[in-house]
């Protein structure tokens, strides 16, 4: 038949070269549609076969082959061949399919792993058997019973983009009389026993020499194997001279070792090049009726010899379904051979019966946790049969969420899946279970080992895999990642499920049927071990030429990184395809590093498209039965890697700051390591020492390379002799002494020798030489981690540690402070508390002796802490205790230590906090504070802002006394009457601070603090018996306070779950508050902005506290702007502009004080990007990354920096991001997006701030993703380093602190952002009204009242609030189109469509309430609804209404909308809802049946229910909810619907709630005031059409 393809196609072909090839449009953007089909049907023996000519990275799985009953002519094509009915077989990765069904699991060759070149053919034989053809390989029976009239079928899937047919014609030298003697040939080559094949060659050698003859490597890679044909890299017809050699003399002779080697390296490449005979061997029994081991397929498939578990007379024995890494499924050691052959369809699959969240796929092989966001277990899943012995249940983690504490748990049961009542989680079962759950082991619901093994299940990722398996002896064993963690439990029952706990984190796992080639190796090094003992040493590589002048050269071992490969005689390491994958690039030397030998490599090569580089160390395993990780850094034991400019131990740093930066090194560099004698670890950089990294190191390391990210080739280098000597450790200089290194304890050393001492908790690890401790399983412990210095503390000397890194799953956290206890005599508790003498500590906020609370409310709370605080304890000479945060004294905690007694340091790395380390300023204090004569010059305490101590005004409540020259405040009595005022007017962000000194417990409330216009120099003189008692009751002038969390004005509650509630502050927190020059609010607590708290804030206003409650003296620790002209003062936001003094033109001015600096982009950027408009704009040209952009120069303190997002793609998910960068940028190589950036950079993504890549901080500011077009975004780093966002103009807080200076502005152009402009002193931020900006003191005495904005308040104009992303408004939108409204009621300009979404509303920073109408009337704003604009007649006068008119909200049904709409009026209740209207005649709950003054006499008139709230109209009681599908995504969704609607002053009455509701439904309206009821018709216009959808 003709080697063509058939003219029809998948939607996506494009045929060319006389429709012999196939390609794949738009592979990029679709991996399926690639289905072709042969012309004509196959005829018998005929191999239909293509070659893969192009593939692509950007999609998982790859070519699938197979035939097909169905004619292509009439064929409706499927988007895969996975998806052809009626008569289809499909081989797909290595699997086959019948009709989509799975029948033959680990058949063949796996097609996802073949590359370009390789070629693949299908063939129907005359007995109507399915044959696989890989690269001119028969690769066996597939499948049976096929019809005889069958199409090719071939399906350009996933990377597979572009095949050719190269033939179509029976494989040369194949008939069919010949198959037989092939059947018979196998039978012959099966039948010897392995332990034959190695004993009948040494009796017929048998010399001193104990040598082998080579010819028996054929024999024996046959037995293995499956056939001679099936290892080219051995018989001479297959010349691979870089992977094996091919130029043997039949009577060559090795040595043993050698003979190893040879194996080693046959084997390594096999499974490299993934040649066939890839299937695993296992170790077969003897049978108790036969004389040897018989054969068998590792998947139990039939034998040669005519049974279905061995050849011959094999038994069970024979029969192996080992797929374990051990292979030994017990009995005598045989070497079980795997021929060709089919295996039987009994593969382990997911049981139908599973738990109530549980759906599976990919044919019961997937199973996934449904609302995983919301429910956290009744995720259990079985295997659908029980576990044979042996037999290795494998699965792998494929998605987690990272909502819930606790993850996966798997184990075996004895229940049947088909009679068990599925628990909500497997550990509930108290019956025939044995779980690992975490590290530990529990046996029917209980604990049975605590500490199985060092992984833990919790702190497992996506794409690790987890198995079990029960030994015929019993024993259970679970593997992580193909590393057998031991016997976890003995005398497993016999028959026993796999079961898979889908909790927590956990969402999706996917059983692993097929092991990859590292599963592989370590199995057939185990057989070559048993086979020979003394093969498990380290030995030089093979030279088959021996030469005993050649040098032990350092090599690379060729078991290496899965994208990684070795040429030049194993001298240099490469990544082929560098720029398609950044990891997996792992290398080892092929044996262990001498003493002072050192290792080192150059650059060949980099690539531009990645974050991180190269990266060189040492470990403890052996590469040759290593399983490689992605990168060396995911190896938690025996290793120590340079990484970057830190060091790294097992995973873990142990140096931050060590040498050069590996990430900025280029092409031609070198970089080496050495193992010194005395166990310590150097690195060098281009020859040069970077001093020592680790002490302690064992011998035998084998030294490491990671080709990771830009590093894509590296070379060996010989000749070490420009390399200096290395230092020795006692001599001077900045290379003597690291952060790691020991040091003598003399007084003349420059560094202090305090370390952790040796001894410590169960938990506790110590690394970086004594330096740093942490607790080893921190989400699964959170005690038992107690460390002690490894010396008592002198008198005056201070021991400080560092918190590195804390986890947010337990309450509590690091404990501190002294024992006289020596280590060596103490016992180490679960905590430091449980000691019941000579032990003082400081747990939370409480001083604790010998386990008793001595103190409560000491100046700091240590469960406060975060991760950077420094925490530090010393004992004075005088016998005191005192603890230091972040280098500030807090001041005496205890007395009474013994003086003259020896004192421990300890720390208990508890709760949260899981790794310190000991930092630079441990040692020695000056004299003063050895005596505890601590002054404020000693430590002073650095004011926010330079200047003269802030005040407090001589006016003050009755129950107040003012003390220390106005700058602490006492109540004296009662709980109330404590007001106290600044003594100035506040200056235009200036901080008034004040910090807790006392507090009483007695009383509830707390301290309340504000702004306010009340002038103090006008109150009488004190005692101020007239002065509001609370503040929230000072109302004679406009105050603005915050009160526990609420933000209230003149009493009015403006604002709830403001920042941190002030009731939960304590003796030590700091409060203090800003008016800003934005004319807003800002509240700090303990030097935190907790962003705007008010707006449209007077300019002339005092800070304002209230002594309330349990708060009972503060002390200010804020200080005055600093006046004088000629000192320098640090620059501002914006001036003090449009006092009451200027002149009316002057403009409001927005610029700093001093002047701004010029800011351009740099030329250096993503490659996607292109500058214009002198580098002021910046323009994504092409794909959806690659669009970094830094500014050319550092971002000046106080400088706010702003850009204009000017285009959006919607074709895109996600935008962009914004941060500041801690380094120069000129060398910097950008990534494709600014995630990947780890280095000193804080990055705004979405609403979260990140750090280096880690998560800081949630729900910040508005969700960036939901910009629009015109948004102004802007950075500004303040005087105390803290970064803000600016969104519009409007200050969302604090992102993040210790900014470093400089400082470079970083946007990352990604997704939907495709341009941005630098918005220079001269462009307007977005809602300004002309090319100068708007200030409150330009505004009209119509836009104000009562001090708030109204119509010009900060929103922006309406043409920049409709939100083009938002997906809320977008499915708001489809439900109204579900409804069929006309368009015509509908204003036709969407810009008056708003959405009250939290983004969106946050976005444009709307309040929640405002004023309208004559006289004025809050309203609350609909969040959480959204807005349809509706067309207003023209005869209404819509000016006069807007201004004039109340705005209500009206609840309704859906089925009244249109009546409604076409009546332009809400209805009467006959006709709309029952709850919404009635007539005057009805009595309601309010009692409204008296008629009003300015009624109409008509008793018929309705009477509508409205409301100035929609969490009152919108009650489902009058806005009942209706149910939807959404078309779009085809989820069932619940709506309500309701009116914003026009209310005309005095044609209404306010009552209260006719609901019987006690609670109250908004804050602010009371529930006697929350209804309005109407009285005349004529008295409502509707504006908006609201719908809210759950």
């Known amino acids: 038949m003709a080697a063509e393809l058939h003219p029809r196609s998948g939607k996506l072909i494009g045929l060319s070269n006389s429709n012999r090839t196939a390609q794949r449009n738009q592979p990029v953007q679709e991996f399926n549609h690639g289905l072709v089909l042969s012309r004509e049907p196959l005829r018998d023996r005929d191999v239909f076969t293509v070659r893969i000519d192009k593939k692509v990275n950007s999609w998982s799985g790859s070519i699938e082959i197979g035939v097909t009953a169905l004619d292509p002519a009439a064929l409706d094509f499927p988007s895969s061949a996975t998806g052809l009915k009626g008569g289809s077989w499909i081989v797909s990765g290595c699997s086959v399919l019948k009709d989509g069904r799975s029948v033959l699991e680990e058949y063949g060759r796996d097609l996802d792993q073949l590359g370009e070149g390789d070629r693949v053919g299908i063939q129907r034989n005359s007995r109507g058997e399915l044959h696989l053809w890989v690269n001119g390989q028969d690769c066996g029976t597939a499948a049976s019973g096929l019809p005889p009239r069958l199409w090719a079928v071939v399906d350009l899937y996933g990377k597979c983009t572009q095949v050719t047919v190269v033939s179509c014609e029976p494989p040369p030298d194949i008939e069919e009389d010949q198959e037989e003697d092939e059947e018979e040939r196998e039978e012959e080559v099966a039948s010897p026993s392995p332990a034959a094949l190695m004993t009948e060659p040494c009796r017929d050698h048998e010399d001193r020499t104990g040598t082998l003859v080579l010819s028996t490597v054929p024999v024996i890679a046959t037995a293995m194997n499956g056939s001679a044909e099936e290892v080219p890299e051995v018989t001479r017809g297959h010349s691979r001279p870089d ?330 390491a490469l990544r082929p395809h560098a720029t398609d994958d950044f990891n997996h690039g792992v290398v080892l030397s092929n044996r262990p590093l001498h003493s002072n030998e050192v290792f080192q490599v150059r650059i060949d090569k980099m690539v531009d498209k990645w974050a991180g580089s190269i990266e060189i160390g040492v470990t403890t395993h052996n590469p040759a039965y290593l399983q490689l990780p992605s990168t060396m850094t995911n190896l938690r034991s025996g290793t120590w890697m340079m990484t970057g400019n830190g060091v790294m131990h097992n995973g873990t740093t142990i140096l931050d700051e060590y040498g050069h930066n590996l990430d900025r090194l280029k092409a031609g560099d070198t970089v080496g390591v050495v193992r010194k004698e005395d166990g310590s670890l150097h690195f060098f950089v281009n020859g040069v020492p970077q001093g020592p990294a680790a002490w302690n190191v064992p011998p035998s390391v084998y030294a490491v390379v990671d080709l990771y990210g830009q590093a894509a080739q590296a070379t060996i280098m010989d000749d070490m002799a420009d390399l200096p000597p290395l230092p020795d450790d006692s001599s001077e200089g900045p290379t003597a002494m690291s952060p790691g290194s020991p040091c003598s304890i003399t007084g003349a050393s420059a560094t202090s020798d305090l370390r952790f001492h040796q001894l410590h908790g169960t938990n506790a690890v110590i690394t970086n030489g004594g330096r740093t401790a942490l607790r080893q399983n921190c989400r699964s412990e959170f005690n038992d981690a107690i460390v002690i210095s490894n010396r008592c503390l002198r008198d005056g000397e201070l021991f400080e540690i560092v918190i590195q890194k804390m986890v947010d799953r337990w309450s509590g956290s690091i404990e501190a402070g002294v024992t006289a206890i020596r280590p060596e005599e103490l016992e180490f508790p679960n905590t430091m508390t449980d000691i019941d003498y000579d032990t003082w500590m400081l747990s939370g906020t409480a001083i604790m002796q010998d386990g008793n609370t001595m103190r409560n409310n000491y100046g700091c709370d240590l469960d406060s802490l975060s991760t950077g605080s420094r925490i530090g304890m010393m004992r004075t000479a005088s016998g005191d205790l005192h603890y230091y945060i972040n280098g500030v004294d807090q001041g005496v905690a205890c007395t009474g230590l013994p003086p003259g007694k020896e004192v421990y340091a300890v720390i208990d790395l508890y709760g949260q906090c899981v790794q310190v380390s000991i930092t630079s300023s441990s040692g020695p204090l000056d004299n003063s504070l050895c005596t505890s004569n601590i002054t404020e010059k000693s430590f002073p305490i650095h004011s926010p802002v330079a200047g003269v101590a802030h005040r407090l005004h001589n006016k003050h409540g009755k129950n107040v006394v003012l003390l220390g020259d106005g700058c602490q405040a006492v109540r004296v009595g009662g709980y109330a009457h404590g007001i106290v005022f600044s003594a100035k007017e506040l200056k235009a962000d200036e901080l008034f601070e004040v910090k807790i000194n006392e507090v009483d417990e007695q009383w509830s409330g707390s301290l309340r603090i504000g702004l306010t216009t009340l002038q103090p120099p006008d109150l009488p003189s004190c005692p101020l018996s007239g002065l509001s008692p609370s503040l929230t009751q000072l109302r004679s002038k406009v105050t603005w306070l915050l009160a526990g969390s609420e933000v209230r004005r003149n009493g009015v509650l403006q604002r709830q779950n403001y920042g941190c509630s002030l009731d939960r502050l304590t003796v030590g927190n700091r409060v203090g508050v800003k008016r800003c020059s934005d004319d807003t609010m800002h509240i700090f607590i303990d030097g935190e902005d907790m962003g705007p708290a008010a707006t449209a804030v007077a300019k002339n206003v005092y800070a304002v506290l209230d002594l309330y409650g349990k708060v009972t003296a503060v002390s200010i620790v804020s200080s005055t702007l600093v006046e004088d002209t000629e000192s320098v003062k640090a620059p501002s936001l914006s001036s003090d502009s449009c006092s009451e003094g200027e002149e009316d033109t002057t403009p409001c001015e927005s610029e700093p004080a001093l002047v701004p600096m010029a800011m351009a982009f740099l030329e250096n950027h993503g490659k996607n990007i292109q500058l214009s408009n002198q580098n002021l704009t910046a323009a994504r040209v092409s794909s959806y990354n690659q669009g970094l952009l830094v500014t050319a120069q550092a971002l000046p303190r106080q400088q706010l920096f702003q850009f204009q997002i000017d285009r959006l793609n919607s074709s895109w998910t996600s935008s962009l991001s914004l941060g500041v960068i801690g380094h120069t940028p000129d060398r910097l190589n950008f990534p494709s997006t600014a995630c990947c950036l780890k280095r000193s950079v804080w990055l705004l993504q979405r609403d979260s701030v990140f750090h280096n890549s880690l998560k800081i901080c949630e729900n910040y500011g508005p969700n960036l993703d939901t910009c629009p077009e015109g948004t102004v975004l802007g950075l500004l780093v303040d005087a105390n380093g803290c970064l803000h966002l600016y969104v519009n103009g409007m200050d969302q807080g604090v992102a993040a602190q210790d900014i470093p200076s400089p400082c470079y502005p970083l946007i990352d152009l990604y997704g939907q952002c495709e341009q941005v402009t630098i918005v220079t002193n001269h462009v307007p931020a977005v809602g300004a009204e002309s090319s100068e900006a708007r200030c409150q003191g330009d505004m009209e005495k119509a836009d104000m009242v009562d001090g708030i904005k109204e119509s010009v308040c900060w929103t922006p104009p309406p043409e920049v609030n409709p939100n083009k992303t938002c997906e809320y408004q977008a499915l708001c939108s489809r439900f109204k189109d579900l409804l069929t409204l006309p368009d015509g009621y509908f204003n036709e300009d969407a810009k008056y469509n708003l959405c009250y979404c939290e983004s969106c509303h946050k976005l444009r920073g709307d309040e929640a309430y405002y004023k309208r109408g004559e006289p004025p009337r809050d309203y609350a704003l609909p969040f959480g609804w959204c807005r349809f604009a509706l067309r207003i007649k023209p005869h209404c006068e819509v000016s006069n209404t807007f201004k004039k008119w109340h705005i209500a909200y009206h609840g309704t049904n859906v089925g009244s909308l249109r009546r409604t709409l076409d009546h332009s009026q809400i209805l009467p209740a006959e006709s709309s809802s029952i709850f919404s209207a009635s007539p005057v005649k009805a009595e309601g709950h309010g009692s409204y049946g008296e008629p009003e003054e300015n009624s109409a006499p008509e008793r018929e008139i309705p009477r509508v229910r409205l409301s100035p709230t929609m969490r009152y109209s919108g009650l489902e009681v009058f806005a009942p909810k209706v149910q939807f599908r959404d078309p779009r995504s085809l989820r069932c969704h619940h709506a309500q619907v309701g009116f914003q609607v026009c209310v005309r002053p005095g044609s209404y009455k306010v009552g209260p709630q006719s609901l019987g509701a006690s609670e109250s439904l908004d804050p602010r309206f009371s529930n006697t005031e929350i209804e309005w009821i109407t009285k005349e018709k004529g008295g409502t216009l509707l504006y908006g059409l609201l719908i809210r959808v759950e």
């Open 243 to 572: 992977k094996f050699p091919n130029n043997f003399e039949p009577e060559t002779v090795l040595t043993e070792h050698q003979l190893f080697d040879v194996f080693n390296n046959a084997i390594v490449s096999l499974y490299r090049s993934e040649d066939e005979g890839g299937e695993d061997l296992g170790l077969g029994g003897r049978g108790p009726d036969s004389s040897r081991g018989g054969t068998g397929s590792n998947n139990g498939a039939r034998g040669t010899g005519g049974n279905e578990n061995g050849s011959g007379g094999g038994a069970e024995g024979g029969g192996n379904t080992n797929n374990s890494p051990s292979g030994n499924a017990g009995g005598t050691s045989g070497l079980t051979v795997a021929p060709s052959g089919m295996t039987t369809n009994d593969a382990l699959l997911f049981h139908e019966k599973c738990g109530t969240l549980i759906k599976l796929s990919n044919n019961n092989k997937t199973a996934e946790r449904r609302r995983p966001l919301d429910e956290f277990n009744n995720g259990v899943v079985m295997t659908n049969r029980p576990l044979r012995h042996n037999e290795m249940f494998e699965i792998r983690i494929d998605k987690l969420v990272d909502k819930w504490s606790g993850s996966i748990e798997i184990g075996v049961t004895t229940h049947n899946p088909n009679n068990l009542d599925y628990p909500a989680t497997m550990t509930n079962l108290r019956s025939g279970t044995i779980m690992m759950s975490g590290c530990g082991i529990l046996t029917n619901g209980k604990g049975t080992r605590r500490e199985y093994c060092e992984f833990s299940l919790d702190e497992l990722q996506e794409g690790d895999h987890i198995g079990l398996m029960r030994k015929a002896s019993g024993a259970l064993h679970f593997y992580i990642n193909g590393i057998d963690q031991g016997v976890a439990a003995n005398q497993t029952p016999g028959v026993v499920y796999g079961v898979v706990d889908l909790y927590g984190m956990a969402v999706k796992v996917t059983i692993v049927h097929n092991h990859n080639h590292s599963d592989r190796l370590r199995r057939n090094n185990a057989i070559m071990r048993a086979l020979s003992p003394d093969v498990g040493r380290p030995r030089p590589a093979l030279s088959l030429t021996p030469d005993p002048e050649a040098p032990d050269r350092l090599l690379f071992h060729p078991n290496c990184g899965q994208k990684a490969a070795i040429i030049g005689d194993g001298r240099t």
